[in-house]
């Protein structure tokens, strides 16, 4: 089972730079089978098959789905392990919108960025454009990084100054041709 852990060790950070509190974020299990209300990780696959073959004409690869008590926006997929999180925190609070952001999240495979592609599917299929905000969500994480290369996001309680992508950064160092850009504060996007 994954945990949160391996999502800190794909930021390199320059060495002026501190990352003590990022690497002490809370680690949780993935589990969300004490969440009833929540479908079950295997119902979530059942679920991205049918809207494989409704919408994609089953052409998407057959990606990971796993639920994150770490992630505070709705969800987020990971290009380079193939792996969609869906937020166990966010849909405690929205139940209702988990078909939305696996939708979302699908669409990510192809289309990485919100962009003009992934605005006309995300219509197409029903899904959101952007995660509903909510206060128990908001101020967990201030600052919201990706990288430019790989489109990978980086949620942030602090401000990151010189950090690259650990996904595309060679050797563990930084390297400023994949320096982390800024999205808009505290958004939870998913
Ligand atoms: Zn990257
Ligand atoms: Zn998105």
Do not use: W
């Not at 990510?108 to 128990?136: C, E, N, T, V, Y």
């Not at 990978?152 to 990151?160: D, F, G, S």
């Amino acid at each position: 089972m994954k945990t949160g852990r391996q999502f800190n060790f794909d930021l390199f950070e320059a060495a002026v730079t501190s990352s003590a509190a990022d690497q002490k974020e809370k680690t949780s299990s993935d589990s969300a089978t004490n969440q009833p209300q929540l479908p079950s990780s295997q119902r979530l696959q059942v679920m991205f098959d049918e809207y494989n073959l409704k919408f994609f004409e089953g052409k998407l690869p057959r990606v990971k789905i796993a639920y994150s008590n770490r992630l505070l926006g709705a969800g987020l997929y990971y290009p380079r392990r193939q792996e969609i999180k869906i937020g166990v925190k966010y849909h405690c609070l929205f139940p209702e919108e988990i078909e939305d952001t696996l939708k979302h999240e699908m669409i990510h495979i192809i289309h990485p960025r919100h962009d003009r592609a992934f605005k006309s599917m995300a219509q197409r299929l029903g899904a959101s454009l952007k995660a509903r905000s909510h206060p128990s969500l908001r101020g967990r994480y201030r600052y919201l990084y990706y990288c430019p290369n790989c489109q990978r996001e980086y949620p942030r309680r602090k401000r990151l100054r010189m950090a690259s992508c650990g996904v595309c950064s060679k050797g563990g160092k930084f390297d400023p041709k994949f320096k982390l850009i800024s999205r808009k504060n505290g958004r939870n996007e998913a």
